[in-house]
């Protein structure tokens, strides 16, 4: 699982570590967090005995942020992460719909396809809980939570890129000041979810073109039409399928 240690991650590697005690937690480290946060990770390795795994960039890059948060991102979390990912065929996460509009439309389970192909499975157990049920799992299991929550921080990032929220109603929009919402590691679900939706349109074609065949010869040229269309559109679907997008967070983040 991806571990940024902030309290949805940490409930779910709660949960895991009952079914897999030394299941690999991937820390993303960009060389660019908090000192409450890396002091937080290694207490709770320490606490729990975690199978920790620290994930750096090939060639860190420290301050990229202040020319491209897209760059440092992509350097630091993005193909950090996906690179260690191949290991692996399933990957958990600590992500909810709540958590972001980007979020919104979040699965439990989803196939995630990496940049080399290799298509691994995405679970997202909270993806329906509530921030409330989050804090309650957390205290009625004792667990101690990152103590920059203490100081009104309501998403916790790297520290350049993270502040108290801007709107009280958004978690996350004390991140990158409002600039983007993710920072790319958690995009290509929305692709996955495009596709979905083109398939089920072709789907619905179909069965119009079907309908139609038993109506008039008029009605008969339309469904061959249709059908035609429904053909291209399943390409469609194939193509946006496959298509790895991956340069584009919970952990991540
Ligand atoms: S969140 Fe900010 S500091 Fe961290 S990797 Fe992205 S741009 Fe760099």
Redesign the pocket.
Known sequence: MTCSFQAEDVVVLHMLREIKPDIAVLFLD?V?HFSQTYAYRDELANLWKLNLINLRAAEPSPG??QTS?DA??A???VEPLFSALEAYDVWFTGLRRQQSPSRANLSEVEPFRLPSGKSITKVSALAAWTNRDVWMYAKAHDIPLLPLYELGYTSI?????TSLPLDPSDPRSG??QGQKLE?GIHIQPVISRQSTVISRQSTVISRQSSVDSHQSTVDSHQSTVISRQSTVISRQSSVVGPSAVGTGSATG?
Do not use: A, M, Q
């Open positions: 960009t660019h990229l942020w948060t440092c991102c350097r630091h979390k990032g790297c520290e350049p890129c991140r990158w920072c983040d």
